[in-house]
């Protein structure tokens, strides 16, 4: 069974990134042909499809936080990060780190995924920025 876990100190002062890690067990992050994403949700909204990192290492970003996204791997401790930079109020958000079980075939990229398999526990963002 393929479980998540977020970790990861949030925001980062004074540089106003914020950073997350999802520690994966049960399944590699390498295997085909499954995505690793991170979606949030803030006060009011559904959920927002941020980005994903693929077996492949392939990152692929929502255009509206291209500029300020990055996605990455540790294949050696089976986990994917994110990073945000230059933080706003309009960042404030659950967090979630999510599997999609390789149900697109590797073949569905830069755009979120139908549904997901496995989710992370959430990280709240709500500081004061």
């Known amino acids: 069974q393929v479980q998540l876990q977020e970790s990861g100190p949030g925001l980062v002062l004074p540089s106003q990134t914020l950073s997350l890690t999802c520690t994966v067990s049960g399944g590699s992050i390498t295997t085909g042909y499954y995505s690793w994403n991170w979606i949030r949700q803030s006060t009011g909204k559904g959920l927002e499809w941020m980005g994903a990192?693929?077996?492949?290492?392939?990152?692929y970003y929502s255009p509206s936080l291209k500029s300020r996204t990055s996605i990455f791997r540790d294949t050696s401790r089976n986990q994917f990060s994110l990073t945000i930079t230059s933080v706003t109020p309009d960042d404030r958000a659950v967090y979630y780190c999510?599997?999609?079980?390789?149900?697109?075939?590797?073949?569905?990229?830069?755009?979120?995924?139908?549904?997901?398999?496995?989710w992370g526990q959430g990280t709240q963002a709500t500081g004061s920025w």
């Open positions: 990192i693929h077996y492949d290492g392939t990152p």
């Open positions: 999510a599997g999609d079980g390789g149900a697109g075939g590797g073949r569905n990229r830069g755009r979120p995924p139908a549904a997901f398999g496995s």
